[in-house]
Protein backbone atom coordinates (compact mmCIF):
# COMPACT_ATOMS: atom_id res chain seq x y z
CA UNK A 1 0.00 0.00 0.00
CA UNK A 2 1.27 3.24 -0.95
CA UNK A 3 1.95 5.43 2.10
CA UNK A 4 -0.49 8.44 1.96
CA UNK A 5 0.39 12.32 1.80
CA UNK A 6 0.74 14.43 5.02
CA UNK A 7 -0.71 17.69 4.76
CA UNK A 8 1.90 18.67 7.65
CA UNK A 9 3.57 21.83 6.62
CA UNK A 10 7.25 21.57 5.42
CA UNK A 11 10.60 24.02 6.23
CA UNK A 12 11.96 26.54 3.75
CA UNK A 13 15.02 24.41 2.49
CA UNK A 14 16.96 28.24 3.66
CA UNK A 15 15.17 28.06 7.19
CA UNK A 16 17.85 29.48 9.82
CA UNK A 17 17.52 29.40 13.37
CA UNK A 18 17.06 32.50 15.44
CA UNK A 19 20.19 32.59 18.18
CA UNK A 20 18.31 32.93 21.75
CA UNK A 21 17.42 36.17 23.07
CA UNK A 22 19.95 37.15 26.14
CA UNK A 23 18.04 35.31 29.61
CA UNK A 24 16.39 32.98 27.03
CA UNK A 25 17.35 29.30 27.16
CA UNK A 26 18.12 27.63 23.82
CA UNK A 27 15.01 25.45 24.38
CA UNK A 28 12.60 27.67 24.41
CA UNK A 29 14.06 30.21 21.45
CA UNK A 30 11.78 30.42 18.80
CA UNK A 31 11.66 27.54 15.47
CA UNK A 32 13.30 28.29 12.64
CA UNK A 33 11.45 30.24 10.13
CA UNK A 34 9.26 28.64 7.91
CA UNK A 35 7.05 28.92 5.04
CA UNK A 36 3.68 27.09 6.41
CA UNK A 37 0.94 26.40 4.64
CA UNK A 38 -2.49 26.40 6.97
CA UNK A 39 -3.46 27.47 10.45
CA UNK A 40 -1.14 26.89 13.22
CA UNK A 41 -2.72 24.35 15.82
CA UNK A 42 -1.49 23.62 19.03
CA UNK A 43 -1.43 19.45 19.92
CA UNK A 44 -3.40 17.62 22.20
CA UNK A 45 -1.86 16.52 25.43
CA UNK A 46 -0.33 13.07 24.32
CA UNK A 47 -1.18 11.45 27.74
CA UNK A 48 -4.78 12.04 27.98
CA UNK A 49 -5.90 14.37 24.37
CA UNK A 50 -7.45 17.19 26.44
CA UNK A 51 -6.82 20.24 24.14
CA UNK A 52 -6.73 22.74 27.56
CA UNK A 53 -3.81 24.42 28.73
CA UNK A 54 -2.53 26.61 30.93
CA UNK A 55 -2.11 30.44 29.57
CA UNK A 56 1.19 31.21 28.93
CA UNK A 57 3.55 33.25 31.37
CA UNK A 58 5.28 36.03 30.18
CA UNK A 59 9.00 34.51 30.89
CA UNK A 60 8.33 31.15 29.80
CA UNK A 61 6.44 29.19 26.55
CA UNK A 62 5.83 26.16 29.14
CA UNK A 63 1.96 25.57 29.37
CA UNK A 64 0.51 22.84 31.72
CA UNK A 65 -2.74 20.20 30.73
CA UNK A 66 -5.40 21.18 32.68
CA UNK A 67 -6.43 17.41 32.99
CA UNK A 68 -3.37 15.58 33.76
CA UNK A 69 -0.65 18.14 34.08
CA UNK A 70 1.71 17.14 31.33
CA UNK A 71 3.56 19.74 30.24
CA UNK A 72 3.94 21.51 26.37
CA UNK A 73 6.79 23.90 25.53
CA UNK A 74 4.06 25.97 23.54
CA UNK A 75 7.33 27.30 21.64
CA UNK A 76 6.38 26.07 18.07
CA UNK A 77 3.20 26.61 16.27
CA UNK A 78 3.19 23.11 14.08
CA UNK A 79 4.76 19.62 13.72
CA UNK A 80 6.79 20.80 10.92
CA UNK A 81 8.38 24.05 13.08
CA UNK A 82 8.83 21.92 15.95
CA UNK A 83 10.77 19.39 14.12
CA UNK A 84 12.62 21.91 11.92
CA UNK A 85 14.85 22.35 15.29
CA UNK A 86 16.01 18.73 14.82
CA UNK A 87 17.10 18.93 11.13
CA UNK A 88 19.90 20.39 12.15
CA UNK A 89 21.07 19.26 16.09
CA UNK A 90 24.50 20.27 16.08
CA UNK A 91 26.09 16.61 17.06
CA UNK A 92 24.05 13.43 18.61
CA UNK A 93 25.07 12.12 22.02
CA UNK A 94 27.73 9.51 20.92
CA UNK A 95 29.94 12.47 20.53
CA UNK A 96 30.59 12.78 24.30
CA UNK A 97 33.98 11.84 25.57
CA UNK A 98 32.70 8.63 27.17
CA UNK A 99 30.37 6.66 24.73
CA UNK A 100 27.59 5.28 26.47
CA UNK A 101 26.10 3.21 23.26
CA UNK A 102 27.87 0.05 24.48
CA UNK A 103 26.42 0.50 28.04
CA UNK A 104 23.10 0.74 26.41
CA UNK A 105 23.41 -1.99 24.55
CA UNK A 106 24.36 -4.33 27.20
CA UNK A 107 21.11 -3.26 29.57
CA UNK A 108 19.27 -4.05 25.65
CA UNK A 109 20.46 -7.40 25.47
CA UNK A 110 19.90 -8.26 29.65
CA UNK A 111 16.26 -7.08 29.22
CA UNK A 112 15.52 -8.73 26.37
CA UNK A 113 16.72 -11.84 28.16
CA UNK A 114 19.26 -12.38 25.47
CA UNK A 115 21.09 -11.17 21.98
CA UNK A 116 17.50 -9.85 19.74
CA UNK A 117 17.95 -10.78 15.79
CA UNK A 118 16.18 -6.96 14.83
CA UNK A 119 16.75 -3.92 16.50
CA UNK A 120 15.06 -0.51 15.40
CA UNK A 121 16.49 2.85 16.71
CA UNK A 122 14.48 5.87 16.50
CA UNK A 123 16.47 9.07 16.51
CA UNK A 124 19.64 6.91 16.17
CA UNK A 125 21.79 10.36 15.69
CA UNK A 126 24.97 9.47 14.54
CA UNK A 127 24.76 5.12 14.38
CA UNK A 128 26.87 4.72 17.93
CA UNK A 129 23.95 2.52 19.56
CA UNK A 130 23.52 0.31 16.33
CA UNK A 131 26.87 -0.26 15.79
CA UNK A 132 27.48 -1.67 18.82
CA UNK A 133 24.17 -3.88 18.11
CA UNK A 134 25.75 -4.70 15.08
CA UNK A 135 29.16 -6.05 16.09
CA UNK A 136 26.98 -8.63 18.06
CA UNK A 137 25.37 -9.88 14.20
CA UNK A 138 22.23 -8.32 14.80
CA UNK A 139 20.05 -7.06 11.94
CA UNK A 140 19.77 -2.66 12.46
CA UNK A 141 18.29 -0.23 11.42
CA UNK A 142 17.66 3.64 12.76
CA UNK A 143 15.43 6.75 11.44
CA UNK A 144 16.82 10.03 12.06
CA UNK A 145 15.69 13.64 10.97
CA UNK A 146 18.70 14.86 11.12
CA UNK A 147 20.54 14.11 7.54
CA UNK A 148 24.43 14.79 8.67
CA UNK A 149 23.70 12.99 11.62
CA UNK A 150 22.21 9.90 9.57
CA UNK A 151 25.06 10.04 6.81
CA UNK A 152 27.57 9.62 9.87
CA UNK A 153 25.44 6.54 10.70
CA UNK A 154 25.71 5.32 7.18
CA UNK A 155 29.60 6.02 7.48
CA UNK A 156 29.34 3.06 10.55
CA UNK A 157 27.85 0.79 7.68
CA UNK A 158 24.22 1.19 9.69
CA UNK A 159 21.15 1.25 7.40
CA UNK A 160 19.08 5.02 8.44
CA UNK A 161 16.23 6.36 7.19
CA UNK A 162 15.92 10.39 7.13
CA UNK A 163 13.09 11.51 8.40
CA UNK A 164 10.50 11.83 10.97
CA UNK A 165 8.99 8.68 13.21
CA UNK A 166 5.53 10.94 12.78
CA UNK A 167 5.83 11.37 9.05
CA UNK A 168 5.77 8.82 6.06
CA UNK A 169 8.93 6.78 6.67
CA UNK A 170 9.11 3.38 5.98
CA UNK A 171 9.61 1.46 9.29
CA UNK A 172 9.65 -2.21 8.45
CA UNK A 173 7.69 -4.65 10.35
CA UNK A 174 8.68 -7.45 13.10
CA UNK A 175 11.40 -5.97 15.45
CA UNK A 176 12.56 -7.72 18.25
CA UNK A 177 13.81 -4.17 19.77
CA UNK A 178 12.59 -0.76 19.35
CA UNK A 179 14.88 1.65 20.94
CA UNK A 180 14.07 5.56 21.91
CA UNK A 181 17.10 7.07 23.37
CA UNK A 182 15.93 10.81 24.61
CA UNK A 183 13.33 10.44 21.57
CA UNK A 184 9.60 10.40 22.76
CA UNK A 185 9.47 14.07 24.70
CA UNK A 186 10.84 15.43 21.46
CA UNK A 187 7.92 14.25 19.30
CA UNK A 188 4.57 16.33 18.77
CA UNK A 189 2.41 13.56 18.95
CA UNK A 190 4.24 11.21 21.47
CA UNK A 191 1.42 8.43 21.44
CA UNK A 192 1.10 7.95 17.33
CA UNK A 193 4.60 7.55 17.17
CA UNK A 194 4.59 4.83 19.76
CA UNK A 195 1.41 3.19 18.42
CA UNK A 196 2.70 3.11 15.04
CA UNK A 197 5.98 1.46 15.97
CA UNK A 198 3.93 -1.13 18.46
CA UNK A 199 2.21 -2.17 15.30
CA UNK A 200 5.33 -2.94 13.69
CA UNK A 201 6.59 -5.18 16.53
CA UNK A 202 6.83 -8.40 17.05
CA UNK A 203 4.19 -9.46 20.12
CA UNK A 204 6.26 -9.51 22.91
CA UNK A 205 9.11 -7.33 21.55
CA UNK A 206 10.71 -5.07 23.62
CA UNK A 207 10.72 -1.23 23.59
CA UNK A 208 13.00 0.82 25.24
CA UNK A 209 12.60 4.44 25.98
CA UNK A 210 14.62 6.84 27.79
CA UNK A 211 13.63 10.63 28.27
CA UNK A 212 13.48 14.13 31.04
CA UNK A 213 11.48 13.40 34.07
CA UNK A 214 9.57 16.67 34.25
CA UNK A 215 8.70 16.25 37.69
CA UNK A 216 12.03 18.00 38.31
CA UNK A 217 12.91 19.62 34.61
CA UNK A 218 9.34 21.24 35.03
CA UNK A 219 9.81 23.30 38.17
CA UNK A 220 13.49 23.81 37.66
CA UNK A 221 13.00 25.43 33.97
CA UNK A 222 10.70 28.17 35.25
CA UNK A 223 12.14 29.11 38.30
CA UNK A 224 15.87 29.37 36.32
CA UNK A 225 13.61 30.98 33.15
CA UNK A 226 12.41 33.94 35.55
CA UNK A 227 15.62 34.73 37.25
CA UNK A 228 17.75 34.38 33.31
CA UNK A 229 15.14 37.54 32.83
CA UNK A 230 17.04 39.39 35.22
CA UNK A 231 20.23 37.50 35.36
CA UNK A 232 20.97 36.95 32.16
CA UNK A 233 23.49 34.04 32.86
CA UNK A 234 21.87 32.05 35.86
CA UNK A 235 22.45 28.72 35.09
CA UNK A 236 19.60 26.55 33.48
CA UNK A 237 20.33 23.10 34.15
CA UNK A 238 16.70 21.78 33.03
CA UNK A 239 15.31 20.88 29.80
CA UNK A 240 11.80 20.80 28.60
CA UNK A 241 11.51 19.69 25.31
CA UNK A 242 8.05 19.54 23.21
CA UNK A 243 6.58 17.85 26.22
CA UNK A 244 7.33 17.44 30.02
CA UNK A 245 6.74 14.10 31.07
CA UNK A 246 6.26 13.00 34.65
CA UNK A 247 6.90 9.53 35.26
CA UNK A 248 3.12 8.33 35.42
CA UNK A 249 2.56 10.10 32.34
CA UNK A 250 5.12 8.42 30.76
CA UNK A 251 3.61 4.62 31.74
CA UNK A 252 0.04 5.92 30.51
CA UNK A 253 1.56 6.76 27.05
CA UNK A 254 3.18 3.06 26.97
CA UNK A 255 0.23 1.38 28.12
CA UNK A 256 -2.25 3.29 25.94
CA UNK A 257 -0.56 2.39 22.85
CA UNK A 258 -1.05 -1.51 23.55
CA UNK A 259 2.49 -1.73 25.63
CA UNK A 260 2.59 -4.26 28.70
CA UNK A 261 5.10 -5.31 31.91
CA UNK A 262 5.91 -1.58 31.49
CA UNK A 263 8.88 -1.31 34.01
CA UNK A 264 11.07 1.64 35.24
CA UNK A 265 15.00 1.77 35.69
CA UNK A 266 17.18 3.68 36.51
CA UNK A 267 18.40 6.13 33.91
CA UNK A 268 21.87 5.99 33.38
CA UNK A 269 24.46 5.39 30.30
CA UNK A 270 26.11 8.81 30.76
CA UNK A 271 22.77 10.47 31.25
CA UNK A 272 23.72 14.13 33.13
CA UNK A 273 20.34 15.28 33.87
CA UNK A 274 17.98 13.73 36.01
CA UNK A 275 16.05 11.29 33.53
CA UNK A 276 13.75 8.46 33.62
CA UNK A 277 14.23 5.04 31.38
CA UNK A 278 11.09 2.73 30.96
CA UNK A 279 11.59 -0.95 29.16
CA UNK A 280 7.29 -2.20 28.14
CA UNK A 281 6.45 -5.57 26.14
CA UNK A 282 4.30 -5.18 22.68
CA UNK A 283 0.91 -6.75 23.48
CA UNK A 284 -0.41 -9.78 21.71
CA UNK A 285 -2.65 -7.39 20.12
CA UNK A 286 -1.86 -3.69 18.24
CA UNK A 287 -4.24 -0.93 18.52
CA UNK A 288 -5.83 0.13 15.27
CA UNK A 289 -3.83 2.24 13.31
CA UNK A 290 -4.62 3.19 9.91
CA UNK A 291 -0.94 4.85 8.48
CA UNK A 292 0.91 1.99 6.83
CA UNK A 293 4.37 3.45 5.80
CA UNK A 294 5.54 0.33 3.73
CA UNK A 295 7.45 -2.23 4.12
CA UNK A 296 10.87 -0.46 4.96
CA UNK A 297 14.15 -1.49 5.60
CA UNK A 298 14.59 -5.26 6.60
CA UNK A 299 11.06 -6.14 6.81
CA UNK A 300 9.66 -9.11 7.92
Known amino acids: MAAPSFAEPQPSLNSQAEPPAPGVSPDESPAPALTLVGPPATPA ?13 WYTSL ?15 TRAAEEAR ?44 LEA ?55 DDPAEALARLRARMKPGGLLVARGRNATLHAPMKRLSLLLRRVLPTFPDPAVVHRFGLRPEGWTRLLIQAGFDQVRRHPARFGSFRPSVLFTARAGQVAPPTPWDGGPGPAAA
Not at 63 to 77: E, F, K, M, Q, S
Not at 109 to 119: C, E, F, L, S, W
Not at 156 to 175: C, D, E, F
Open 45 to 57: CPVCRATSWSGRR
Open 86 to 129: YRTAGGPVEGQAVDPAEGRWRFVVKMAGGTPHRVLDVGCGAGAF
Open 63 to 77: RDCRACGTVLNDRAA
Open 133 to 187: ARRDGVEVAGIEIDPAAANAARSRGVSVTIGSILGAVPLGYGWDVVTLWDVLDHL
